[in-house]
């Protein structure tokens, strides 16, 4: 599986980013932060059948994930971005389709080059 992430940038609190995962084929999808100094979290993902989601809570609300089927490509729209928000953040396949969505790093096979995102106050 071949993913890369794109979207990463700066922007100030309460703005908002798009990241998207290209990905080689149609996997389950998360998307995954980390901050400095912190370990990797999730985030949010999708499933490969029926397109299931699932959030993280402190990004319920803000941040919506979404897949285009056409384009193999799974977006992260982040909204009310704020300050602890920012981390690099990874897109990674998992390939058994898993309900609930995992949520750990390590339920994961394939993971994308992160793309930072900066969230200044």
């Known amino acids: 599986v071949q993913l890369q992430a794109f979207g990463g940038g700066l922007v100030q609190a309460g703005g908002s980013l798009r990241l998207s995962c290209a990905a080689s084929?149609?996997?389950?999808m998360g998307w995954f932060r980390q901050a400095p100094g912190k370990e990797r979290e999730f985030v949010a993902g999708?499933?490969?059948?029926?397109?299931?989601?699932r959030y993280t809570d402190s990004v319920k609300g803000r941040f919506t994930i979404s897949r285009d089927s056409a384009k193999n490509t799974v977006y992260l729209q982040m909204n009310s971005l704020k300050p602890e928000d920012t981390g690099v953040y990874y897109c990674?396949?998992?390939?058994?389709?898993?309900?609930?969505?995992?949520?750990?790093?390590?339920?994961?096979?394939?993971w994308g080059q992160g793309t930072l995102v900066t969230v200044s106050s």
């Open positions: 990674a396949a998992e390939r058994q389709d898993i309900w609930p969505v995992p949520t750990h790093s390590y339920e994961y096979d394939s």
């Open positions: 084929g149609r996997y389950a």
């Open positions: 999708v499933t490969r059948m029926f397109n299931r989601i």
